[in-house]
């Protein structure tokens, strides 16, 4: 069966900080994979999307980039965390439909 | 471009009894796929039910089901005998037809209550 792993749950981060948030996926091929930000109390926005190693569709023009290096690997980065930049993170595959998502990350910029 | 419209911001049920949650949708595709998702506090995004547009026969998956009108563009969830765990937001999503955009669109929520 296939499985997303998303890494780490928590993270409190200084503004001006890198951020690396890592997704991997198990169990499947060549699947299309999505990152999602929820601001406290709203609904789901996506960042990013992928389709294949290497290629990266951006939704929103923002402080945040994504990267496909391996097939089932998939993540967000930023150079210089702002303050906006925290919220609750998700990242979520497909294959088809539906989307099935990890257990998300809440990214705290201080 | 797609939107889902989710009107209702909150909505409060007794346990055992049955809730309705709304959802609109805007598209121009004659096909394409609906979804109910379920984020409990633990912030996990649950698939509670899907809808393929070309079905006629709205879907059912136990307790929920839902009332599809596709001329309308509605789309809502019947919770039938509520339980405290269905205690969640609920999130309206829209997929595009296979073969076109990848990306599901999402609903602002509705954060359902149940009372015991």
């Known amino acids: 069966s296939q499985t997303i792993h998303q890494w780490p749950a928590t993270l409190v981060q200084p503004v001006g900080s890198p951020l690396s948030l890592e997704c991997t996926v198990e169990?499947?091929?060549?699947?299309?994979l999505y990152w999602y930000r929820q601001a406290a109390g709203r609904g789901l926005q996506l960042l990013f999307y992928s389709v294949g190693i290497g290629q990266i569709s951006s939704e929103v023009p923002q402080n945040l980039s994504a990267s496909r290096p391996q097939d089932r690997q998939f993540i967000l980065s930023s150079k210089k965390l702002l303050l906006s930049d925290s919220g609750f993170y998700l990242c979520?595959?497909?294959?088809?439909?539906?989307?099935?998502f990890g257990n998300g990350t809440r990214l705290t910029v201080t | 471009a797609q939107t889902v419209t989710q009107s209702q911001p909150e909505m409060s049920v007794q346990e055992a009894e049955t809730v309705t949650l709304s959802c609109t949708y805007d598209t121009s595709e004659s096909d394409y796929y609906l979804f109910w998702y379920k984020q409990p506090p633990s912030r996990q995004m649950i698939l509670v039910i899907r809808q393929e547009a070309y079905k006629q026969q709205n879907a059912t998956e136990n307790r929920f089901s839902v009332n599809f009108q596709k001329a309308a563009k509605s789309f809502s969830l019947k919770i039938s005998d509520s339980q405290l765990g269905d205690a969640a937001m609920y999130f309206c999503a829209y997929k595009g037809p296979q073969g076109g955009s990848e990306k599901l669109v999402f609903g602002k929520g509705t954060k359902l209550t149940v009372n015991p």
């Open positions: 169990g499947t091929s060549n699947p299309n």
């Open positions: 979520a595959w497909s294959w088809g439909s539906p989307l099935h």
